[in-house]
């Protein structure tokens, strides 16, 4: 078998033709908002908003309602409760982050093990791209235009916020409105790759792509060309793999965008450890 077949026969597959371009979707969209994740620092805030989503994706589903509304709620509800326990207790940010995020995504757990379903509601927790629907990858790709309009558009906005809120504030922007956008377009990414790698996993199609991206150069904007191509690139790489050795496709995306992570940290021209210690060697002197 040659590298033409290994391509080309997976696309014989209609649910492996939606698998891909949902896979891509969602790994450029999330690529995008990592590179402001990571520039901002919270990735843990990420992980948190990401997890805290569940329940209301679940209560969304058993009132018909669009999930995106349930996981907006649930975002805002999460950000406002890490809020009241970093500002009415000793709790510092990250004890209350992870006070939060894992009591609503058990919260979220204990929904899917009680609602009654014809369908398995697991494939919130733990994704199924191979599973999607027309239907599905409408839904995806709504949102994910929705979500990369609104990164386009306040992209200088937000940029200037992650870099210097206080000259944001004087120049007349909100730091607190622009922060709320931030967070609510990580809401609705999380939806977006729910599909994808599921609720536990989604964390790393936000981080990783963003710090590779980081490690690879020193302009923001060279940034979100990077992070974009290298997490769709990984990330169809990942499905490919899940075809040819029957894996789980989510958690092999997750593994080729780590994998691509740990190259890049260890040789990247400038920020990799290996060429910082070869530059670190001394030199000897010849007499």
């Not at 999380?190 to 990783?208: D, E, F, P, S, Y």
């Not at 060279?222 to 990330?235: E, F």
């Not at 496709?249 to 992570?261: E, I």
């Amino acid at each position: 078998m040659n590298l033409f077949d290994l391509i080309l026969e997976p696309l014989q597959y209609e649910f492996m033709i939606r698998a891909l371009v949902t896979t891509t979707i969602a790994a450029v969209v999330c690529a995008l908002l990592s590179c402001w994740l990571v520039l901002i620092g919270w990735s843990l805030m990420g992980d948190a908003v990401s997890h805290a989503v569940l329940p209301g994706v679940v209560l969304a589903y058993v009132l018909g309602a669009p999930f995106a509304i349930g996981a907006l709620v649930f975002g805002f509800v999460a950000v406002g409760l890490i809020g009241l326990l970093r500002g009415t207790s000793r709790v510092k940010e990250d004890a209350a982050i992870g006070i939060v995020f894992t009591t609503l995504f058990a919260l979220g757990l204990v929904l899917i093990s009680v609602t009654p379903s014809q369908t398995d509601l697991n494939h919130i927790v733990f994704g199924n791209i191979l599973g999607v629907s027309a239907g599905d990858l409408a839904q995806i790709a709504v949102l994910a235009a929705i979500t990369l309009v609104i990164l386009l558009v306040k992209r200088r906005d937000l940029t200037l916020y992650a870099f210097d809120p206080a000259h944001a504030f004087a120049i007349g922007l909100s730091p607190r409105l622009l922060g709320a956008l931030l967070l609510s377009l990580l809401a609705l990414t999380a939806v977006v790759a729910l599909q994808v790698v599921g609720v536990i996993l989604v964390v790393a199609m936000l981080i990783i792509p963003g710090a590779t991206a980081y490690l690879l150069t020193d302009r923001f904007t060279t940034m979100l060309v990077i992070a974009p191509v290298i997490s769709a690139a990984s990330s169809v790489a990942g499905i490919y793999l899940s075809y040819w050795v029957d894996a789980a496709s989510g958690g092999l995306v997750v593994v080729v965008q780590g994998t691509v992570f740990a190259l890049v940290y260890l040789f990247s021209p400038r920020q990799g450890v290996l060429p910082k210690l070869m530059r670190a060697r001394p030199t000897r002197v010849r007499m």
